[in-house]
């Protein structure tokens, strides 16, 4: 049996279909592990949420930026973007049961020395902080606070629950983080290399407060950092596919790495 955690598939179905048949992937046997962002700038997230769900067995999957952003649009709190390409997924039959299933998934997941997020812990945070903190957001995004959670990603958030606020932040984290400051402070709107970062920012990885630098967190989320990186406590797996590069798959006990070419007409619009 193998478990091979794969980058940020973004809807790129085909991509995804190619490099399963490279690993040689078998349901009966196998698992995967996928990095968030399953749906979204691709061409066919329908296609990539339809065969997750039917193989959940045999797969983790963690909630990334642009899953939640499609959780948001169904629940009515967000509005599709010019970019989006999850109008399929949308006016699908089962739309509901996909999206349900979606959210049924964790923002953290650990299994012996590997800790799988979409994009990083706060140098602060131990590895049981964060288990704990996508346990609340969890609970959250499963209760009637789901509206106000995915509300306060995206907006003003002065006039909600503090517990809420805190749980919005918490999900912002773990689906947005790429650099911090030397106190530790996130900032989530950073995009580009870490060449680019502001000035006294460094890559959360990279951090010298981190706790629990033994922990291997396999994330993907950062395609500008040029991965696949195998890196001290980390493993940087978003090697964008949906911008023309390729889709990587590294199997977890013996760091074999595997890239597919991406299949897909690539995104040129930032």
Known sequence: MACWAIGDVQGCWRSLESLLATIGFADSRDRLWFTGDLVNRGPESLEVLRWAAAHDGRITAVLGNHDLHLIAVHLGISRLRPRDTLDEVLEAPDAGELIAWLRARPLAHREGRHLLVHAGLLPRWTEDDALERSRHVSAALHDDRAGDLVHGLRYETTNLDPDVVARAHDAAVLTRL?????????????KGPPADAPAGHRPWFDHPHRRDP?????????????????????????????????????????????????????????
Not at 178 to 190: I, K
Request: with cysteine.
């Open 178 to 190: 790429r650099v911090c400051t030397a106190e530790g402070v996130p900032a989530l709107g950073f």
């Open 214 to 270: 033994e922990t291997r967190v396999v994330f993907g989320h950062w395609a500008a950092l040029g991965g696949p990186h195998l890196l001290p406590g980390a493993i940087a797996l978003d090697s964008g596919c949906v911008w023309g590069r390729s889709l990587t798959a590294l199997r977890l006990d013996d760091d074999r790495i595997v890239q597919q070419a991406t299949l897909e007409p690539p995104r040129r619009d930032g």
